[in-house]
């Protein structure tokens, strides 16, 4: 559970639509390309449609503060069965990295480490109605910054790092040049995505919704006005 579980959602049915030609995506989609199950036909990069009007909006914002610089899509509406395999996939990823194997009786500690440093970044795949991924609503979106001819910028850590690193104020008292660059950026991303409505995941820079739980818990309204998408009239 997470702390914005218990917020109640009243879905206002709003479509998903296909991201518009002046919102940058960043193809091949990188969880498509490692297999992830999205089916035939089934475009991850959708949003509600309300979503992708803040979205403009909040471009139309960076673009007065930066004319330079553009949003990079990286990810949008993932259905729960892509959650479930990204959120495994991770757990292989990490366990990799840090020798752990899965199915060790005598590593099962290090295992549950693993499992809860992933979830702090990855929600569970829940298929409880009143607890769906903020991903699997069409309310999110993973985004970075990006140059008009579409050269990513750096901002100090990947998309889905594992680790204090993707906290969005990581570098904020940082005395290096570069690492206060890497905030500058972080900060203005925040700050256009919250002249449209959006609030911040609070241990991913990248990650922003409208709409969803995590939205209701963070911005104090008293309900989220979008469920899960994908097997009712948010689907068209």
């Not at 990823?93 to 440093?117: F, I, K, S, T």
């Not at 919250?194 to 241990?203: D, E, L, V, Y």
């Not at 919704?209 to 097997?231: H, K, M, N, P, T």
Request: proline share 8%.
């Amino acid at each position: 559970m997470r702390p914005w579980s218990d917020r109640p959602i009243q879905d206002c049915l709003e479509s998903l639509e296909h991201l518009p030609p002046q919102l940058f995506r960043i193809e091949p989609h990188p969880y498509a390309s490692i297999g992830a199950p999205y089916g035939p036909g089934r475009d991850p990069f959708r949003l509600r449609s309300g979503v992708v009007r803040r979205l403009l909006e909040a471009q139309d914002q960076l673009c007065s503060h930066a004319p330079e610089l553009q949003f990079a899509i990286f990810d949008a509406w993932r259905p729960i069965s892509v959650q479930a395999f990204m959120v495994n996939y991770t757990i292989d990823q990490l366990c990799r990295e840090r020798g752990v194997e899965r199915h060790d009786p005598a590593q099962q500690a290090a295992l549950h480490q693993v499992e809860a440093d992933v979830a702090r970044f990855w929600a569970a795949p829940s298929r409880n109605p009143e607890t769906p991924p903020p991903h699997s609503t069409g309310a999110a979106v993973d985004l970075t910054l990006a140059t008009g001819t579409g050269a990513l910028l750096q901002m100090g850590g990947d998309i889905d790092a594992i680790g204090a690193v993707s906290e969005p104020n990581y570098y904020a008292n940082a005395t290096k040049p570069e690492a206060q660059m890497f905030h500058q950026r972080r900060d203005l991303l925040r700050s256009v995505m919250a002249s449209a409505g959006f609030i911040q995941h609070p241990n991913e820079w990248w990650h922003y919704s409208y709409g969803d739980q995590l939205w209701a818990w963070r911005s104090g309204a008293e309900c989220a006005i979008y469920a899960e998408a994908g097997s009712r009239s948010a689907t068209a």
